[in-house]
């Protein structure tokens, strides 16, 4: 298939079966059944196979007709692209429609108070008894555990072996009694992400993903779709402003999924609010704080072109340079350097916040939502490791955690 | 805007890169920064015989290759990258660049097909001892002489000044700034060479005392075609820089890797390797920032002037910081003479002052965005 007999079938599809009346559950299960809901997936399972490239191809014609798509915001996305990976047949049978059609929501419950950038050092423990797995322990940051159905579990099943051959990978049901969520507030005032305790959960045999001890495997293959899909948190909450059932309950659907990343855009630092702010408080004439703007505005059109330069050579299928892999650390500079000259603009209006704040409070936002980012989805020494190991080929630190079995590695006093 | 470069151009690039490698090690950068010229006319003509560079962005109807400004910003990143020592940015980019902008027809059919073939090197004179980037520093005078001007005063920080053929000058008189060509040798013109800081790109200062001189262009009309020049070539400089910048990012990488101290090699050290992640973000921000401005002048975009100087102001900062982190990086023998890192020290520190440092350029972009 090339672009042009993509676009043709598809727009042909669209014509024939696109209709605002249906339900939402509804119209996706069609959508499924025709394999343009994941078209790159394979087409055993509801895709037709397609390659990368085409899938915008795809997207654009839907955005013309105005076409509702498969549900994709959250972590649905990253639980059926695991699945897809390595679920048994069972398993895609179970939960790979109910998460397009949206009708089950997920949540990953991976990073632990005791283990955040090191995430292969878990400790949640699952332990078999009869016919059983039982878990215990505990989970953070975790987005949406308080309505998700399902939760992506890492979990130790052997403290005896090396830290990473000791993990498990399993789908655990959230709505059962030894699963407790509470909501964590951050310094922003919101509650985006959740503490969840377990005390002797349970999960069904069948429910263990891949085989015991490859849970790290899986792992990595449900963090390397969230590293690609960082940039489609800004395009989920994209909702159309269709008339129609379908829309509406699209609409209801995205409220719910896009509550906690509301502040999100004030984390990355509102460089658009920096010119209009300066004019408004008078100081776009103070040559120290013309500077300060400029050195924002360097730093985050160089960011901009640096991005465009990435997904300009993804387009043209070279291999991904340098630039690919910076869009994370740079992004981190950017919202850094605009709470600095927010600060700047704002002088002593920036002491205040909500209604007495200045704009109504979302600057006061952004002042104390930028951390986050420099730390949310790999830290920046993180990304500095990753861009020196993998870009730049430098060598790894001597470790001390991979040669001895996980029980004889230090470890942090909490979880 | 461009944000990729075609295959042709991807092919250019390496055989630039080839050729420079070949041509201007630092063993041969070391010989020519000792010379007082600073460059090999039997060099400079290979340059031109073989690839053709010094035509590059010149038009065809005066004996150029048509090319554009993406272009020559490939030939100017990889002349950073090898610090190649040639009156490449006085004659091709500054001079020639120019005359395109402000000559007559007549004047462009005259003078450039000379530069495009690397017959002639010219330059432009355009600062003085006050040393400011814009019109306001011109003082020296010119006055009508029958058909011809004479030209008094002082020009300085003039690239090559003291070893180009032709000299592009800008001068003050009763209608405004009108360029005006004078040949290096022209008599009452007195040229000495400065003692540079980066001895890899020499300047001169040149003093006139009623030099006879030719009006290019209109009388009293430089201002404009001074502003595009000037707005092109930060454009053009910015490319220079990230090329050199991205060389001394790559040595100071393959010193780390070969270090051994504390019984490892200092690139397993997370301080070493943060550092390095650190200088490749600002390289390649600063390197996205130059092909921007490259693809906005090629393309006449009216947001150039914004994105030329923003360009030049993240070149400054990062030829510069990157210089700084490679001695940093290489520890004593970064410090000493028989390390190349100082060549290209030198080369940041002089790129970032001229044509304009940073905070000079950030001024400027907020002026061109209106705030």
Request: hydrophobic fraction near 40%; charged fraction near 25%; proline fraction near 4%.
């Amino acid at each position: 298939m090339n672009e042009d007999t993509v676009r043709a079938e598809v727009r042909a599809w669209l014509e024939a079966n696109w209709r605002v009346d249906y339900g939402l559950v509804e119209w996706r299960n069609i959508l499924i059944d025709s394999g343009w809901g994941v078209p790159t997936w394979p087409v055993d399972w509801y895709g037709k196979g397609l390659p990368a490239g085409l899938a915008a191809v795809v997207d654009e014609e839907f955005a013309r007709v105005g076409a509702v798509g498969v549900a994709k915001a959250g972590i649905r996305r990253l639980a059926a692209a695991t699945l897809l990976a390595h679920g048994t047949p069972a398993q895609k049978e179970q939960f790979l429609r109910r998460s397009l059609t949206g009708e089950d929501s997920w949540c990953q419950l991976f990073s632990e108070p005791g283990s955040g950038s090191d995430l292969a050092g878990a400790t949640t423990r699952a332990e078999r008894k009869g016919n059983r797995w039982v878990v215990n322990g505990q989970k953070v940051w975790t987005t949406s555990a308080h309505h998700a159905d399902w939760g992506l579990l890492l979990a130790r099943t052997d403290f005896d072996v090396a830290k990473h051959q000791g993990l498990s990978y399993f789908i655990i049901n959230m709505h059962q009694t030894g699963v407790d969520v509470h909501p964590l507030r951050q310094m922003n005032g919101h509650a985006s992400f959740n503490q969840v305790f377990l005390t002797d959960a349970e999960v069904l045999p069948e429910h263990l993903v891949l085989d015991v001890g490859r849970g790290w495997a899986v792992a990595t293959t449900t963090l390397m779709h969230e590293r690609r899909e960082a940039d489609g948190v800004r395009n989920w909450g994209r909702t159309s402003a269709g008339v129609g059932r379908i829309y509406d309950e699209e609409r209801a659907e995205n409220a719910t999924v896009m509550e906690p990343y509301k502040w999100y855009p004030q984390r990355a630092g509102r460089v658009d609010l920096v010119i209009e702010r300066a004019k408004a408080a008078g100081v776009n004439g103070d040559p120290v704080v013309r500077q300060e703007i400029a050195k924002l505005l360097t730093l985050s059109k160089s960011a901009e072109w640096t991005a465009r330069r990435a997904r300009a050579a993804q387009m043209q299928g070279k291999p991904q340079g340098p630039e690919g892999s910076l869009g994370k650390l740079a992004s981190s500079h950017v919202a850094r350097a605009a709470a600095r000259v927010h600060t700047m603009i704002g002088g002593a209006d920036a002491m205040l916040t909500g209604e007495d704040g200045a704009m109504g409070g979302v600057i006061a936002e952004i002042l104390v939502s930028v951390p986050a980012g420099s730390i949310a989805g790999g830290t920046d020494e993180i990304q500095r490791n990753i861009i020196s190991e993998r870009v730049l080929g430098m060598p790894k630190e001597p470790r001390t955690d991979n040669d001895r079995p996980f029980r004889d590695v230090p470890k942090n006093l909490v979880g | 805007m461009q944000f990729s470069f075609t295959s042709e151009q991807e092919e250019f690039r390496s055989i630039l890169r080839r050729f420079f490698d070949d041509k201007s090690p630092t063993t041969t950068v070391r010989r020519l920064m000792e010379t007082d010229n600073g460059w090999d006319r039997a060099a400079w003509q290979e340059l031109n015989q073989q690839l053709g560079l010094t035509a590059i962005h010149i038009p065809e109807a005066y004996g150029g290759q048509g090319f554009s400004f993406v272009e020559l910003g490939i030939v100017l990143e990889e002349m950073g990258r090898a610090l190649v020592c040639a009156p490449y940015f006085s004659s091709t980019v500054l001079a020639a660049t120019t005359i395109v902008n402000a000559g007559t027809e007549a004047q462009k059919r005259e003078l450039l097909p000379a530069i495009a073939d690397g017959s002639c090197v010219a330059t432009l004179a355009f600062t003085e001892p006050n040393g400011r980037w814009d019109t306001g520093g011109v003082e020296m005078t010119a006055t009508r002489d029958g058909g011809k001007f004479r030209l008094n005063g002082v020009k300085s920080f003039v690239l090559d000044g003291h070893t180009a053929d032709l000299i592009v000058v800008l001068a003050r008189g009763d209608k405004g700034l009108s360029f005006f060509t004078v040949p290096g040798d022209a008599p009452g013109l007195t040229r000495r060479a400065l003692k540079v800081m980066d001895p890899t790109r020499k300047q001169a200062r040149l003093e006139f005392v009623s030099v006879e001189a030719e009006l290019l262009g209109k009388e009293g009309g430089a201002a404009a075609p001074f502003e595009r020049t000037m707005i092109q070539a930060a454009a053009c400089l910015a490319n220079e820089m990230v090329g050199g910048a991205e060389r001394l990012r790559e040595s100071a990488l393959d010193y780390a890797n070969l270090r051994v101290q504390f019984g490892r090699s200092i690139a397993s050290f997370q301080s070493m390797k943060h550092k390095q992640a650190d200088m490749l973000v600002e390289v390649e921000l600063a390197k996205s920032a130059a092909y921007a401005a490259a693809s906005a002048a090629a393309e006449d975009d009216p947001d150039l002037p914004a994105i030329a100087s923003l360009a030049k102001a993240a070149a400054s900062d990062a030829y510069m910081q990157t210089a700084i982190s490679t001695i940093q990086i290489h520890g004593g023998i970064g410090f000493t003479w028989d390390n190349d890192t100082h060549l290209w020290f030198k080369r940041a520190k002089s790129s970032e002052v001229f044509l304009g440092d940073a905070t000079w350029h950030r001024e400027r972009m907020m002026r061109a965005w209106n705030v």
